[in-house]
């Protein structure tokens, strides 16, 4: 079946710019996260999602980065007015149910701000 | 809080030899272990995980890890490494119920020389 997929693979913003990140989670998961991973770093935790409902953003960085799953399926990362330390690749996860801990990963979105 | 460390940031092995890669954890409660697995431009794959139960816990590509509480460790063994093995190896820990966020190691790379 399909897995988590993750649009675009590749974006290249100036400085200053506004970029969405989009993810399609597996069908039926309840569960989405979205992580960072800088280079030569592992992914870190930035905002989760149970449906529609964000249970936890503590790890978004600024007020510029805003998170949203209306409808409890796709989710969106934006970033408002990039800056050269947003570069970072962006993985999206979901998990089947609220008591599931496995996390299925997208191929993720490789973000450079110029 | 809860963190993680991978000792060696590469390791290097010969096909057929034994793979042991290191990791330690820090939780403040018991923690969900994870290893996952991420082949270049690739999403992040999970070799096996840790909840409750037994602490050998056997994953996919003949991995396994042991959870020895008093020591704080879950290192990845495999007793013949294979060409196909080489990619960037990453330990997790995730405080289960309470916050399910991931939070990741800084990964090893493991490279298979022939």
């Known amino acids: 079946g399909a897995g988590v997929s993750q649009s675009p693979r590749y974006k290249v913003a100036k400085r200053g710019q506004d970029v969405a990140l989009r993810c399609d989670p597996i069908s039926g998961h309840v569960s989405l996260f979205w992580y960072q991973q800088a280079l030569g770093q592992g992914p870190e935790f930035l905002t989760y999602?149970?449906?529609?409902?964000?249970?936890?953003k503590s790890g978004l960085p600024s007020d510029r980065f805003f998170a949203e799953r209306p409808e409890g399926s796709v989710s969106t990362l934006k970033i408002q007015r990039t800056q050269q330390e947003d570069s970072a690749v962006y993985l999206c996860?979901?998990?089947?149910?609220?008591?599931?801990?496995?996390?299925?990963f997208g191929p993720g979105t490789r973000l450079t701000v110029t | 809080a809860q963190s993680v460390t991978q000792l060696g940031s590469h390791v290097s092995v010969s096909e057929g030899a034994l793979v042991l890669l290191r990791c330690n954890y820090s939780?403040?409660?018991?923690?969900?272990l994870f290893w996952y697995v991420q082949y270049p431009n690739q999403g992040l794959q999970l070799l096996l995980k840790y909840t409750t139960g037994a602490t050998l816990v056997k994953g996919i590509n003949g991995f396994e890890a042991e959870f020895k509480k008093s020591e704080t460790s879950f290192h990845l063994t495999k007793p013949s490494a294979h060409m196909s093995d080489a990619a960037e190896y990453f330990c997790a820990v995730s405080e289960g119920p309470g916050r399910r966020a991931l939070t990741f190691g800084s990964g090893t790379r493991l490279q298979v020389q022939p």
């Open positions: 939780s403040s409660v018991p923690p969900y």
């Open positions: 996860a979901s998990s089947l149910a609220q008591a599931s801990y496995e996390q299925y």
């Open positions: 999602f149970q449906n529609e409902a964000q249970l936890d």
